[in-house]
């Protein structure tokens, strides 16, 4: 099956690792890329192993990359129309820092 890729700066390919060392940059606020290119990456990564057998770290990397992408249309859904942010420069949205640590910490305790 061919995918609709999102577009993202990020190019590290999915694995757990990756997810929880841009995720940990992210935390740290010290990335290079914004958020919604993270975010994009994300989605990306569930779309990849959307029909894989997901054991472990790797299960739990897929459902935290799926409460980022899905939190991060939900919340600005919440504030603006489907209209406004395809005029909008996504790139200076920024999701609250602390959600961020909590989707860290969750992928700490596996």
Known sequence: MEWNWNKTSITLPYSYENLKSL????????????????????????????????????????????????????????FYSHEQLMKMDLSKLELPSDWFKRWAAELAEK
């Open 23 to 78: 995720l940990d940059t992210v935390c740290k606020q010290e990335n290079q890329f914004p958020q919604v290119d993270f975010c994009m990456w994300c989605d990306n990564l569930t779309t990849a192993w959307l029909d894989e057998d997901l054991s472990g770290q790797d299960e739990e990397a897929y459902y935290v990359a799926q409460s980022i992408e899905c939190q991060w249309d939900l919340h600005w859904y919440e």
